[in-house]
């Protein structure tokens, strides 16, 4: 094959995803850091999937301007964080080369990969090296340099592959981070898949599976919440099998047995590993059934009479929410902020936040989710505190893309942040005006982010064990142990001593007030002028997130 049509680049797209949706947990748990927050993987597949469903709806596929089209629109739509994004762009930059193409060379393709490298770069700000931007530089620098005389598209991408292979394990040559954490970076790693997903289809594999089993969406539990529940345990199961090539007789029995004993079954072989999905009373039963083909690799168990009974009364709350008359709270800025917990949304509310978007670490709005949010406001001017680095930039094409608004990002990282930003508030300022009232507002600020550990690792030099607390002052870890009061107090302490004056402390969703207010208690006692404000921020991951001014 020496040149790819428009379906071609469908096949291949659609399979991409496929490729980076089986092996999203993998890249997810590329975490640099560690605690919770390991979303690349997720971030670039949200991407990957809203554009399969773009490309559906291209009435033309022989048209290669449609299908680039669609592809590009689509990733963007749903990208996710900084990952979800910046993958956006470098599909941007390769569609944009070949839109208008009959037919695509080698020679295309690697003048697609060039101008993908120069969008990509363009959109970052700060670009950093041994990342997905090094992986797509460095791709198309080595494709120009050694595959230039390769006409044939099956020998082109089986080497594009193996250099894109060779470039992710150099990633932490150019980070130490990565080389602290002892792994290669995730969203390089993600790349490199996607390019394996293309390789893959031109090479013939063109059956595709883009079914995913995950845990329901709210949609569908709301479905199941109105139905009567025969069986009461979601089961999920992973199985690694001890013969990969698992005979079809030996699938077709394990699917009888799951229809004995449930129902909403999903059945998936792929490779050394059978993945199920099934309703059931007996949870245990699939387990040992599953025992005699191989060992466990990963189970999952949800009671849904529990989860019935949460999503009954979620859904009478939110009906009471819609049926309350929408009045904005200013004429002229409409406020658009991201919250991680409910605590957090309704003191957003409280500060005059129009419209809540969900979302923060492990799960980064789309795009989309912020262009909805936007229609639903009167306003012309609008103002959007993302509050979550990995959000920022999401938020920034929001004001590229929407023209009959004035769209104002303040850059808030932090939480701590929004809240202070909205302190300084006021509907009747200019742009400029706002622009400065606020990140003077937040100048002021200090933001301390309390979390856990996933695992063993290292950061900044600091030995770091599975479970520990780690205090982050800003981005820094400034503290960390098994002792959540002790290493939060001398945190605090040695701050307070710097002349800080005011404490606000929003507990998580595992936090109990009491535990926070031992904390105030004791700095209290210790710093009487010490002013002290307490919120209950139902934040995941995040036992304490506090801020001093």
């Not at 602290?180 to 013939?204: L, W």
């Amino acid at each position: 094959m020496t040149e790819l049509k428009a379906k071609d680049f469908y096949v291949a797209f659609k399979k991409a995803a496929e490729i980076l949706l089986v092996n999203k947990d993998e890249i997810n748990a590329l975490n640099v850091f560690p605690v919770p927050d390991g979303d690349t993987g997720s971030n670039m597949t949200s991407g990957m999937l809203e554009a399969c469903e773009w490309l559906d709806k291209v009435k033309n596929k022989d048209k290669i301007k449609d299908i680039m089209k669609n592809m590009r629109d689509g990733l963007l739509m749903g990208a996710r964080g900084n990952s979800g994004v910046i993958l956006s762009q470098i599909f941007r930059g390769f569609t944009e080369t070949l839109e208008d193409k009959e037919t695509v060379t080698t020679k295309d393709f690697i003048e697609a990969l060039k101008n993908a490298k120069d969008v990509a770069y363009h959109a970052v700000i700060k670009p950093v090296e041994g990342t997905m931007l090094t992986l797509i530089r460095k791709l198309a620098e080595r494709a120009e340099n050694e595959l230039s005389d390769i006409k044939n598209f099956e020998e082109f991408l089986d080497r594009l592959y193996e250099i894109s292979e060779e470039i992710v394990e150099e990633t932490p040559r150019y980070l130490k981070k990565l080389r602290d954490a002892n792994v290669v970076d995730a969203g390089a790693k993600g790349v490199s898949y996607i390019i394996k997903g293309f390789r893959d289809a031109i090479r013939g594999d063109t059956e595709i599976n883009l079914k995913e089993i995950e845990n329901a969406s709210p949609e569908e539990i709301r479905e199941i919440a109105y139905e009567e529940i025969k069986f009461q345990y979601c089961t999920e199961c992973v199985l690694k099998l001890k013969d990969p090539e698992i005979s079809k007789d030996d699938i077709n029995k394990i699917r009888a047995f799951l229809e004995e004993i449930g129902d909403s079954i999903v059945l998936v072989h792929q490779g050394e590993f059978l993945k199920t999905h099934v309703h059931t009373n007996r949870p245990g039963k699939v387990f040992e059934e599953f025992l005699e083909y191989g060992e466990l690799y990963k189970v999952k168990v949800d009671n849904m009479k529990v989860q019935h009974e949460h999503v009954v009364e979620s859904e009478k709350e939110e009906k009471e929410e819609k049926e309350e008359n929408y009045e904005s709270n200013n004429e002229n800025w409409g406020i658009i902020t991201v919250s991680p917990g409910e605590g957090l949304t309704k003191i957003f509310k409280s500060l005059g936040v129009d419209k809540v978007i969900h979302g923060g670490q492990t799960m980064n709005p789309s795009v989309k989710d912020f262009m909805d949010a936007i229609e639903t406001l009167p306003q012309k001017k609008i103002l959007i505190l993302p509050n979550n680095p990995n959000i920022i930039l999401t938020a920034e094409k929001i004001a590229d893309m929407v023209e009959d608004r004035e769209i104002l990002v303040i850059k808030t990282k932090y939480i701590q942040e929004g809240v202070s930003a909205l302190l300084a508030f006021d509907d009747n300022m200019s742009y400029e005006e706002l622009k400065d009232a606020i990140e003077s507002e937040i100048s002021g600020i200090l933001p301390i982010q309390v979390t856990y550990a996933i695992r063993d690792s290292e950061i900044s030099g600091e030995k770091i064990k599975k479970d520990e607390y780690l205090v982050f002052v800003g981005k820094e870890l400034a503290s960390h142990g098994f002792d959540l009061n002790e290493v939060v107090l001398k945190v605090l302490k040695e701050k307070i001593n710097d002349g800080y004056e005011i404490m606000t402390m929003f507990y998580g969703q595992d936090v109990e007030i009491k535990t926070a207010e031992l904390i105030a208690n004791e700095l209290m006692e210790e710093y009487p002028d010490l002013e002290v404000e307490i919120h209950n921020g139902g934040q995941p991951h995040y036992p304490l997130l506090i801020s001093l001014e």
